[in-house]
């Protein structure tokens, strides 16, 4: 923990279980804490939720938010309800992140992209394992089709090339994004621009009952450790 930023910025205290009490406050806290350099105090993780404190996906995103930026981290363990997260100098590269479960890895995406962008002067790469589709949360073909087309009217860019989709409950997806800071040129651009629909896209998939079930197997001897 650097002393000196914690008497520049007290520890902000966030109670995770306001509003919704999921995930998403532990997500937003963590890129805002990353961007604006706040050391935070997260209690109350994911109240509101059947199983409380941070599961393998969330962990992941704590672990990612960390790494980026050297942070110092008490408290990221499962099953956790609090967290103490003191952030440091965010440091472009190339990283990988793993969910030993069909976890969503969209939602760490979102995590640590915007410090990449905004906080960096050279491109990152980060490559992505476990969930690519997940009922409670944003599939890869929405951040792809909609998400970062939105973000780049922000200045925000971002290239996605799949391996292979991870589907729940199995998981086993695989892709990696390539991240490109903001530069100065982009900033000066107008923030929104009209956007008129021309049509709309429906995408479904079938995954193979072989494949499936192999990773299905695969996912349950992990959680037994065998």
């Known amino acids: 923990m650097n002393s000196l930023q914690e008497v520049a910025h007290p520890l902000l205290v966030i109670d995770g279980s306001v509003g919704e009490?999921?995930?998403?406050?532990?997500?937003?806290?963590?890129?805002?804490?990353?961007?604006?350099?706040?050391?935070?105090?997260?209690?109350?993780?994911r109240k509101k939720r059947s199983k409380p404190g941070l599961l393998r996906q969330h962990l992941t995103c704590v672990r990612a938010a960390k790494e980026i930026c050297g942070a110092y981290v008490e408290g990221d363990f499962l099953g956790s309800n609090e967290i103490s997260f003191y952030p440091g100098k965010v440091q472009p590269g190339r990283y990988c992140f793993k969910i030993s479960t069909a976890g969503s890895t969209c939602l760490v995406f979102q995590t640590v992209l915007l410090p990449l962008v905004l906080k960096t002067n050279q491109v990152s790469e980060i490559v992505f394992e476990g969930g690519t589709h997940n009922p409670k949360a944003p599939a890869l073909d929405f951040i792809t089709e909609s998400f970062l087309v939105f973000c780049k009217q922000l200045g925000i860019n971002a290239d996605v090339k799949l391996d292979r989709y991870g589907f729940s409950p199995a998981g086993g997806g695989r892709w990696t994004a390539t991240v490109y800071p903001r530069s100065d040129v982009e900033k000066t651009k107008p923030v929104f621009s009209k956007i008129t629909m021309t049509k709309t896209l429906i995408l479904s998939y079938r995954q193979s009952p072989v494949i499936f079930l192999s990773r299905l197997i695969f996912a349950k001897l992990k959680h037994f450790d065998i």
């Open 21 to 45: 009490g999921g995930g998403q406050i532990l997500r937003s806290s963590l890129t805002l804490a990353v961007c604006l350099q706040r050391p935070i105090r997260l209690i109350n993780i």
